[in-house]
């Protein structure tokens, strides 16, 4: 697949060849809906916590005397049935994160690239960094390939200055070749490349063996 490659003003330089694949795959729903349902579960605090009969404070007496009352048969006030008491079969503490298998998830991530490379959401441009670290100056590049939607980009490598430059960018996510997550990339409006982790991303997925 060729994609242009842009500068950071925005200007056409050249053409890359992008490798079929990884981002040429026919898109598999099944496994980028299995990875991005893992990654939400796995991110779940799991703290929820409800209090049953046993657990809530009050005292174990019968509100009123078991017969000759008229009313219907009645245990403590604890009862679940009444307000305050406990609650039945409610959430309590647990670990909801799991694990899926790697191929699995290596052909998630491919699929989720050929899908953004295909819908032309997948923007390429030349390496750059923000020598300043200052969020004005990557939104000035910015500016010239989105217009505030929700944006991805792609680093070649783990670069601070630029992940320091866009901390304060509510709607910019930096990902870098070889942490992506499904997520992110899944639901990035426009995703942005640096033509570096473009070939990174090629040899990292070089011996990947799944049934495509």
Same mark, same amino acid.
């Given at each position: 697949?060729?994609?242009? $490659? ?27 809906? =299995? @990875?991005?349902?893992?990654?939400? @579960? ?109 944006? $991805? ?32 990339? =899944? =639901?990035?409006?426009? $995703? ?12 990292? =997925?070089?011996?990947?063996?799944? @049934?495509?």
């Amino acid at each position: 697949m060729e994609k242009k $490659v842009y500068s950071i003003d925005g200007k056409e330089l050249r053409t890359i060849n992008l490798d079929d694949k990884i981002f040429g795959l026919p898109v598999n729903e099944d496994v980028i809906y =299995y @990875a991005i349902t893992n990654e939400l @579960a796995n991110k779940r605090v799991g703290t929820a916590c409800t209090k049953t009969r046993a657990e809530v404070h009050g005292s174990n007496a019968k509100p009123y005397k078991q017969k000759g009352t008229g009313n219907a048969r009645r245990g403590d006030k604890k009862s679940p049935i009444t307000v305050g008491g406990g609650t039945i079969f409610g959430p309590k503490p647990r670990d909801y994160s799991y694990s899926i298998p790697k191929k699995e998830k290596r052909l998630a991530m491919k699929s989720i690239l050929s899908l953004q490379a295909q819908s032309d959401r997948l923007t390429v441009v030349e390496d750059f960094t923000i020598e300043s670290g200052k969020t004005k100056d990557l939104v000035k590049i910015l500016n010239n390939f989105t217009k505030g939607e929700r944006t $991805v980009i792609l680093l070649k490598d783990d670069d601070k200055l630029i992940r320091q430059a866009g901390k304060n960018l509510p709607n910019v996510y930096f990902l870098s070749y070889n942490r992506l997550r499904a997520h992110d990339l =899944y =639901y990035g409006r426009k $995703v942005i490349m640096l033509e570096g982790a473009a070939k990174n991303l090629s040899d990292f =997925y070089a011996d990947s063996k799944e @049934a495509e």
